[in-house]
């Protein structure tokens, strides 16, 4: 059973910061992309950024200069580190890993812009 452990998220002002973290096992943190998706009240889910085995990065339009994915490989974690923060940014959060038809969830964690 694979499991994606995240942490992270709360309230914020907008034009504050928060970093969300996601740990998962070795096994699946080598060979799996991981990225992050997000689904605010009485929308769909899509997708925000994710960095894969190789090395590449790539974010919504939405995101772009204003978060960054990181992974640090010893600690099998992946990170989004979100600036700039909007209220528009308010959802659940959930970190995904993907290799060809497998694809894992989190359990999402609230991320709230408001003043």
């Known amino acids: 059973q694979v499991q994606l452990v995240e942490s992270g998220g709360g309230l914020v002002q907008p034009g504050g910061s928060l970093r969300l973290s996601c740990a998962t096992s070795?096994?699946?943190?080598?060979?799996?992309?991981m990225g992050w998706h997000r689904q605010a009240p009485g929308k769909q889910r899509e997708f925000v950024a994710t960095f894969t085995t190789g090395g590449t990065t790539n974010y919504a339009d939405s995101v772009k200069g204003r978060f960054t994915i990181s992974r640090d490989n010893a600690k099998n974690t992946v990170y989004l580190q979100m600036n700039s923060l909007k209220p528009e940014d308010t959802a659940v959060y959930y970190c995904r890993a993907s290799r060809a038809a497998n694809v894992y969830w989190g359990q999402g964690t609230q991320v709230t812009v408001s003043s």
């Open positions: 070795g096994s699946i943190f080598s060979i799996y992309a």
